[in-house]
């Protein structure tokens, strides 16, 4: 849908939204009378066309994000260039208590820069004679009042069909606006000064353009006090300039209007309505347009009273600032002289004071009711169970809302039950990432680990082959001469078993070497398809006659349906056998050991656990090491030649312990895949492969 530019000439004084400010609680949307503000992807804009001017959003918003083009900049340029200019105040004026005295009041709009300082008050008493006038005429149709602009730009824009229902009588701004023009030269400026944001659209509306120049509010006024530096507390009491008012001062209390016309409408009472507050504004007009409302004479004011405007002082409650302009009305009243009053009115007699309104009519095509519920449905609201009516997009219902995504106002996304649970979809995709990472994290870190330790192992290794060399040579010989040294004593001799103990010291030195050289040479895998069941049961056959296993318990359990394997049967052998006596030595004759063969399918898991103490953590990290162990007597290249048997059948050997509970060895080797098994991965692969 697309939404035509705002008549600038109609509308100068534009709301803008700061979408860094902007927290997105649509709590503007919520109270805005004429659906004037759309949410966008890339934030929310005011629909100037459609704006009212309430300024219940600017006024409304918690974050100050919300902003209003006023005449202040204007206004400096008439003091800038000497301009003689009017300070007409509205009636409301007297709320503004941090303004000091009234008088005083006048005292420091003069210091900064006016020239004279009116009370707008007079016009009321111009336009309540004529309305006295049209009251007393036969009416055939109920007569809104047109002192309230918020309300006759919402007839123009949203009821047009109730315009002829407006009087045609212009404000009370417009009224005294005209006297001014009247009584000074064409060259005077005149500034009203307000708490209603809507008088700014007023003034430019073609049928009443001239009479007032520019309109700023009591914020601006008071920001201009302070940058004047002016305290108001020290100020003399200046008295006002221009026509006196009289009962026109109390006009921002609702009712005042007609309070202001006269006592002499008692038989009329009943088709008299006074009504204020936006939401029973709005929907009076609507029962109005309807047919369901009837009277004679109808004074609606969209905010409850001036005392209530956008940029009204709000130190004091609504009834309190009622009083405080009810008290004023009457002070000055005792102060007057009713006679010299009604000579000013008879003075302005011929002011024309009429005004016309045109068509601005801002409604939006309906949607069908297809249209309708197909957002519903997208957006998880379709009635009558899921509509929730929770207005946290700014609507009253999910039907609104709707009927809003389809004229283009506000986009499914901005629906907060809806986007909790997409962000629950989101956070549930995120959870499982978020594991998967986990999972690849710890697989990286132990391929980072097992990278580590090949390398490691390889170093070693190239180290050990050099080591055993030289080794070697010099122990065959002393090897040699010791036997020959133990041949030459006699069976008695002491120094026989010195000789004895240098040859089997040079034995174990020979183990050790032997050991160097098994380690450090990578022994060509003699492959042959094997059953790891039976190669276990061949390694227990030859422990458990053994005295270290005397106190142990074996637990064995097979997979039944256990595949067969390529291995080298020697290497394995060594691998288990090493492995299983460790775990013995570790119980220290005593215990349970516990031997798991499970199958996949692509790959077997032995799991060889004991009963023991456990590896401390700061073992643990050098369980694989070459040369690092905790017997007396070991050599410490066990485990790690174990480690290199398995990582050269492209298996892996990982350790899980817990101190006092014991520790278990997970072997995983690699099944023989079979050849559909080979078939069916080369055709997964080409089904993968996109070009």
């Keep these: 849908m697309t939404i035509t530019q705002p008549d600038k000439r109609l509308n100068p004084y534009d709301i803008d939204v700061n979408n860094r400010k902007c927290r997105r609680c649509s709590y503007c949307v919520q109270i805005c009378p004429a659906n004037a503000i759309k949410v966008g992807r890339d934030g929310f804009q005011v629909i100037q066309e459609r704006c009212v001017l309430c300024g219940g959003c600017i006024r409304a918003c918690p974050q100050g994000a919300l902003t209003y083009h006023g005449g202040l900049s204007k206004v400096k340029q008439f003091f800038v260039e000497g301009k003689k200019t009017i300070a007409v105040l509205d009636p409301s004026f007297p709320v503004e208590t941090d303004f000091g005295k009234p008088r005083q009041f006048v005292s420091a709009l003069k210091q900064i820069g006016f020239d004279e300082v009116w009370e707008g008050a007079f016009g009321a008493e111009l336009v309540s004679q004529v309305y006295f006038k049209m009251l007393h005429e036969e009416a055939v149709r109920p007569l809104i009042s047109s002192f309230c602009p918020v309300i006759f730009f919402y007839i123009q824009k949203y009821y047009p069909q109730l315009i002829p229902n407006l009087a045609p009588v212009v404000s009370p701004m417009i009224a005294i606006g005209r006297v001014a023009r009247e009584l000074k030269s064409p060259d005077w400026k005149v500034v009203y000064l307000t708490s209603c944001l809507a008088r700014m659209g007023e003034i430019v509306a073609p049928e009443v353009a001239g009479a007032i120049d520019e309109v700023i509010t009591f914020v601006d006024v008071r920001n201009l006090l302070i940058e004047a530096g002016i305290d108001k507390a020290s100020l003399p009491e200046t008295e006002f300039d221009g026509p006196r008012p009289y009962q026109g001062r109390i006009i921002p209390v609702i009712g005042g209007l007609y309070r202001n016309i006269g006592p002499s409408f008692d038989v009329l009472i009943d088709e008299i309505s006074v009504i204020g507050g936006p939401r029973r504004t709005t929907s009076s ?163 980072q680990a097992q990278l580590i330790r090949t390398e490691k192992l390889a170093s070693i290794g190239q180290l050990a082959a050099g080591v055993a060399h030289e080794i070697n ?141 456990g590896i401390p953590p700061e073992v643990m990290r050098h369980v694989f090491d070459p040369f690092f162990t905790t017997k007396e007597k070991g050599t410490g290249l066990g485990l790690a030649i174990s480690y290199g048997i398995i990582e050269r059948h492209q298996g892996k050997v990982d350790v899980e312990t817990e101190l006092g509970k014991g520790t278990t060895f997970v072997i995983t080797l690699p099944v023989k895949a079979s050849e559909d098994q080979v078939l069916d991965e080369i055709k997964a692969k080409i089904h993968g492969f996109k070009i």
């Design 285 to 447: 007009l609507k029962q109005l347009a309807e047919g369901y409302m009837e009277g004679k004479f109808l004074d609606f004011v969209y905010c409850y009273g001036c005392v209530d405007g956008p940029f009204a002082q709000r130190d004091h409650s609504i009834l309190a600032r009622r009083q405080i302009v009810a008290q004023y009305t009457k002070s000055e009243m005792a102060k007057q002289d009713v006679v010299s009053v009604m000579a000013d009115l008879d003075r302005f007699k011929n002011i024309d004071l009429g005004r016309s309104f045109q068509n601005m009519e801002q409604r939006l095509p309906s949607p069908t009711e297809e249209e309708i519920r197909a957002v519903l449905k997208r957006i998880g609201k379709l009635p009558p169970n899921r509509n929730l009516d929770c207005r946290a997009c700014g609507y009253p219902t999910c039907r609104d809302k709707a009927i809003a995504v389809v004229q283009g106002l506000s986009p499914e996304e901005h629906c907060l039950p809806h986007l909790l649970g997409e962000s629950k979809k989101i956070y549930q995709q995120l959870e499982k990432s978020h594991r998967e990472l986990q999972i690849s994290h710890q697989e990286l870190e132990q391929a």
């Design 473 to 613: 040579n010099p122990l065959g010989t002393i090897t040699i001469y010791a036997h020959l040294l133990q041949k030459s004593l006699e069976s008695d001799d002491p120094r026989r078993e010195d000789v004895d103990l240098i040859i089997s010291e040079a034995a174990r030195a020979k183990d050790i070497v032997q050991g160097l050289l098994s380690f450090a040479r990578e022994k060509k895998l003699k492959a042959t398809e094997i059953k790891v069941s039976d190669i276990l049961e061949e390694v227990l056959s030859l422990v458990i006659n053994q005295p270290l296993f005397r106190n142990i318990k074996i637990e064995k359990s097979f997979d039944p349906g256990l595949q067969t394997i390529v291995a080298d049967e020697a290497q394995l052998k060594q691998v288990f056998l090493n492995i299983i006596m460790n775990a013995a030595q570790a119980m220290e004759g005593g215990g349970k050991l516990l031997i798991n063969v499970s199958s996949g399918k692509k790959h077997i898991k032995i799991r060889i656990q004991d009963t023991g103490p």
